[in-house]
């Protein structure tokens, strides 16, 4: 399975930009890049996803480099609201999968972001 | 509204008991999983089902039983012989493969502390 590698940690200042950078140098040329971010004492949400080109939503942009070996994450103005654990997933949503296989959700540790009011 | 539903959100069991954890979608997906998520840990697939009356054992199945009669239901069994069963269990529903917006939907977890 094509594995991903985060920052264990990240600080950002309330209201400032920042950039969760993410390492996925064995990504296949079907995975799509996936976030997700999980508050204490709850499930994950999606935040975003993307293949090739940059994305943005209301919550967040996602910057893959033109290699697709990397990719990072952008949360505009962060606010304490934002402060999280981010996990980076790659996905192919074309594979059936055995076993566990590449269509399966693999969660590492993900990037524990503090936010600093 | 859509969503996922675990039930209940605390549950507390002796040692030696099996218990049952609920999971229940809305959303018309297909696949469902099973995670289980141990403090300052990532989350670390049990059980995964992506069509009713099938499912497949993830990395750490043992120990664990699931069932998959209806759509829209997929709960997990923690059996006595699963040795640390104490963790925050997480459920999470999407799309098959073969689309896209292949997004998982997560609900808000069930902490099983065995005493």
């Known amino acids: 399975d094509a594995k991903t590698t985060q920052p264990n940690s990240m600080e950002s200042n309330e209201e400032e930009p920042v950039h969760l950078p993410c390492n996925h140098s064995t990504i296949s040329g079907t995975d799509y890049i996936h976030w997700y971010r999980q508050l204490p004492s709850q499930g994950p949400e999606y935040v975003i996803h993307g293949l090739t080109s940059n994305v943005n939503n209301r919550m967040a942009s996602l910057a893959i480099a033109e290699d697709r070996k990397s990719s990072t994450l952008i949360l505009h103005r962060a606010t304490l609201r934002d402060a999280a654990v981010y996990y980076c997933i790659l996905r192919d949503p074309f594979s059936e999968g055995s076993g566990a296989g590449s269509y399966q959700l693999t969660f590492g540790k993900g990037t524990k972001l503090s936010v600093i009011p | 509204d859509g969503g996922i539903t675990q039930s209940p959100k605390y549950l507390f069991r002796k040692e030696g008991q099996n218990v049952t954890l609920s999971c229940e979608q809305n959303l018309n997906h297909d696949a469902m999983y099973w995670y289980r998520q141990d403090p300052g840990q990532g989350l670390r697939l049990i059980y995964y089902s992506q069509i009713v009356n099938d499912f497949q054992k993830g990395d750490i199945a043992e120990g664990y039983s699931v069932s998959r009669e209806k759509k829209e239901s997929f709960p997990l069994t923690v059996t006595s012989a699963q040795k640390n069963p104490t963790a925050f269990y997480l459920c999470?529903?999407?799309?098959?493969?073969?689309?896209?917006?292949?997004?998982?939907?997560f609900g808000q977890g069930t902490r099983l502390t065995v005493v």
């Open positions: 999470a529903s999407s799309l098959r493969p073969g689309t896209v917006n292949t997004e998982a939907f």
